[in-house]
């Protein structure tokens, strides 16, 4: 199995994990995610820090019934194309659903979850996963 991310790594990316920041160009408004220091829509330096709001729709999606290494432990599971509200498209795990009740354009709404986790470190990584939004 593959050895954890280096600590310094894992927290320069603490913000895109756990809490969905992206950047927002300054001159045109573009949103992205992951964050960016150019805006590829622009070519704009001038980028800010955007908190999204983890809501969105799903546009296409798989089924993971061989996973690599490390991922056994919850296969079979679903990988999903998700448009963000704010337009960013990202790919994350669904869950919390079924997977026969997976839908183009269905809602969804980021939720923290486990990722993997390193039996001999003892080392839990948790990440973003997408669900259902509760009603």
């Known amino acids: 199995m593959a050895r954890p991310m280096q600590v310094a790594r894992y927290w320069r990316h603490f913000k895109e994990k756990y809490r969905l920041v992206g950047t927002k160009c300054k001159s045109c408004g573009k ?3 992951p964050p960016r220091q150019v805006c590829d829509e622009c070519g704009s330096r001038e980028m800010e820090d955007v908190q999204l ?7 296409s999606w798989t089924i993971v019934r061989n996973p690599p290494s490390g991922f056994e432990y919850v296969k079979p599971y679903p990988l999903a194309l998700i448009e963000l509200e704010e337009g960013p498209i990202v790919f994350a795990q669904l869950t919390d659903v079924d997977p026969e009740e997976i839908d183009f354009g269905m809602e969804v709404e980021m939720v923290t ?11 839990i990584l948790y990440a973003y996963k997408f669900r259902p939004p509760i009603k």
Do not use: A, C, T
Request: glycine share 20%; no cysteine; proline share 0%.
């Open 113 to 123: 979850r486990k990722i993997r986790e390193f039996g001999e470190d003892g080392l």
């Open 53 to 59: 709001s983890g809501k969105g729709k799903v546009l």
């Open 31 to 33: 949103v992205h995610f």
